[in-house]
């Protein structure tokens, strides 16, 4: 009964007409930012943290939770209707989502987008307000073994259980490994495929990767097939979800809330690996459907619904431990800290009113983002009615502008043709971009718990299996891999790969 006077009081606190106005001011601001490829809720908020300054606590907050919850938003939008990621907990939006744009249902993704980051950011926040201290407790004992085994059941059920072809799908993660270990490798500082380039030696950075294979990759692609079929423009649809989406939907809004929370409430963790098993939980539920890849809409719901949820379960380290789990929250950090305010175990009892305050702030931003963005969905749909050639000139100009303002390097721009030409060559050859996407953005990560885990354990192998959850994990692994196989012998039917659906996703452009 605390925890709710509590937070009827940090309501209070941020609930004028004023604090309302810098609520909407954020949200628009996030969103027009958050649109550009590359600049992603971090950068927004970076970006605008200076003009904070001079305000109070309360309505720098309110700005904050507004331009956080607007960037994210706009990193989904041209998913959606452009197939480029504002940031790489987006990517997995750009698969279902642009296909759905492509089929005329462009503001159906948006909505169910925008629908399910309120579901979900409104019980990540209320989870955060009533949860943060047993929840960061759990948090601090899960190690890096743990993480390790996550990962690798991320890598095992995207490439060898629930792609169609497990030979393009190795194919792709192995491109997408490979490209996440250009850099120096951070425990002996050797260098690792830069190839004497000096620009290589921080690695690459995961927005340029896949703003240009969605991005750049597929401008090429139309631009290779604008020859063979009439330019056309691609019909807005219906403005509004129908009564099927929204039965389609709310089930993949709550499991991938109930996907990321937790993931975004441990420390390392973050909303590309909740993104990822919320999409492939799905596909894996509409097994008997072969709308998954052609734009189905819960393809859309449970990612987004899990990238929110994680954004929301990431203030349980950052206010209850101190710990930033993403780019995002150290800038927050950093913000926070102009007001005094240090987190830490004892935070919530020191200066509750701030903390409240500030949950209070993640509120009602989430909701403006609601208000504002459904009723503007059809009007960024018509986004796709511009003629092709210019859509996707104007898609290559922010492409670029995007993957230059991730670190001001024009080098970034060699890279993101480069990459532009990858993206190009597995939609021709019909490799899968997911487990590519998958291995850039995991693959670092898994080598670091993996070092981790085999540090605390003196290098011996068991350190990978010492901890109860790990153990757990693995045999999870095992069985999705002997049991499909088992099942269908069972059954007298070999197991033979179909056509793999993200080739055809990929190829329906010019075909």
Do not use: C
Request: cysteine-free.
């Amino acid at each position: 009964m605390d925890t709710v006077q509590l937070l009827l009081d940090g309501l209070a606190n941020a609930f004028t007409p004023e604090n309302l106005l810098f609520a909407a001011v954020g949200v628009l601001l996030g969103t027009f930012v958050g649109v550009l490829p590359g600049i992603g809720p971090a950068m927004a908020v970076a970006l605008l943290l200076p003009i904070t300054f001079g305000l109070e606590a309360t309505q720098s907050f309110i700005l904050f939770a507004g331009i956080y919850y607007g960037g994210m938003y706009g990193g989904s939008t041209t998913s959606i209707l452009l197939n480029t990621p504002g940031e790489s907990a987006s990517v997995m939006t750009a698969i279902e989502g642009n296909k759905m744009a492509k089929r005329g249902r462009a503001a159906q993704a948006l909505a169910t987008a925008a629908v399910g980051s309120f579901i979900a950011g409104t019980i990540g926040t209320l989870l955060v307000a009533f949860f943060t201290p047993p929840l960061a407790e759990v948090a601090v004992q899960i190690g890096a073994a743990s993480y390790f085994a996550i990962m690798l059941l991320s890598l095992i059920l995207v490439t060898a259980v629930l792609g169609s072809s497990k030979l393009r799908g190795f194919i792709g993660l192995t491109i997408g490994l490979t490209i996440g270990l250009i850099g120096l490798d951070l425990s002996t500082g050797q260098a690792r495929l830069t190839f004497d380039v000096l620009s290589l030696a921080d690695g690459v950075d995961i927005v340029v990767v896949a703003v240009g294979i969605f991005a750049v990759g597929e401008a090429l692609w139309i631009a290779a097939h604008l020859r063979r079929q009439p330019i056309d423009v691609i019909p807005v649809g219906r403005p509004y979800m129908s009564r099927d989406d929204w039965s389609r939907s709310w089930r993949p809004w709550l499991r991938g809330t109930a996907l990321g929370f937790p993931f975004g409430a441990l420390p390392a963790g973050g909303a590309e690996t909740p993104t990822f098993l919320s999409y492939m939980l799905e596909r894996r539920l509409a097994r008997g459907s072969d709308e998954f890849g052609n734009g189905a809409i819960e393809g859309v719901a449970g990612p987004e619904a899990a990238n929110n949820a994680s954004a929301a379960g990431m203030f349980v380290p950052l206010l209850a431990l101190g710990l930033p789990v993403t780019a995002t929250a150290a800038v927050l950090l950093a913000g926070m800290r102009t007001y005094g305010i240090v987190p830490g175990p004892t935070l919530m009892t020191d200066q509750p009113e701030l903390v409240w305050t500030l949950l209070a702030s993640l509120l009602i931003g989430n909701t403006l983002l609601l208000v504002i963005n459904l009723p503007l969905a059809p009007l960024w749909a018509k986004l796709l009615q511009i003629p092709r050639p210019q859509l996707y000139a104007g898609i290559l100009f922010f492409a670029s502008l995007g993957a230059y303002a991730v670190n001001q390097s024009a080098f970034d721009l060699a890279l993101l043709l480069v990459f532009g030409a990858v993206g190009f060559v597995i939609r021709r050859f019909g490799i899968p971009v997911l487990p590519l996407i998958l291995g850039v953005i995991i693959g670092p990560l898994m080598e670091t718990k993996m070092r981790e885990a085999l540090d605390l354990s003196d290098g011996a192998i068991s350190g990978l299996f010492n901890e109860p959850l790990a153990i757990v994990i693995y045999v999870i692994i095992v069985l999705a891999l002997v049991v499909p196989p088992v099942l269908s012998r069972l059954r007298g039917r070999p197991i033979v790969p179909d056509e793999p659906a993200d080739r055809a996703q990929d190829q329906e452009v010019g075909r």
